[in-house]
């Protein structure tokens, strides 16, 4: 639904979030099975925001995925070292609602299909970093956000607070 390399880079934080847009491919209106939408557009987005996605990470927990037409949140709750409750909702205009026979399954089905694979890879992730052989290696340059997040809870600790993660240099990148 969205090129994986689309948005480029995530935006520069001002807080504690991290995170960016990716833009839809063309022809798909929302992120679900289908790339159709089946409720209206939120109101108040910007010229080309109807073919952009926003995702936020706001420290701690929460995740924040802005479509066009509908809002979702992930808020985690850790409840133990290896284990983490999720909870999602989905948010959309309110004539969405109030529409006859709207049906929200078109967005939840598809986030269903892509959570359980992303939990997936996180409790194989999960399985390999408890693993005595275990060894940490550098991350992707890619994995900027990743690198953020990391900062954040590290200053969090170290300084007794959160601070705003800084970008890697380049070079550091590698």
Known sequence: MSPPTSGGDNLEPEGAWIGGPMDLYEGVETMSLDGKSHAPNLPGLAEGQDRTVYYFQLFPNLLISLHPDYVMTHRLEPL???????????????????????????????????????????????????????????????????????????????????????SRAPEAAL
Do not use: K
């Open 80 to 166: 133990a070292p290896d284990r983490t409750r999720v909870e999602c909702e989905w948010l959309f205009a309110p004539e969405s609602l109030g529409r006859e026979g709207f049906d929200p399954s078109y967005a939840s089905d598809f986030w269903d299909v892509t959570n359980r694979q992303d939990w997936h890879a996180c409790e194989a992730v999960q399985r390999g970093v408890s693993s005595r052989g275990y060894r940490r290696g550098p991350l992707s340059p890619r994995e900027d956000a990743v690198y953020q997040l990391i900062t954040m809870v590290a200053n969090g600790y170290l300084e007794g607070g959160v601070a705003r993660p800084s």
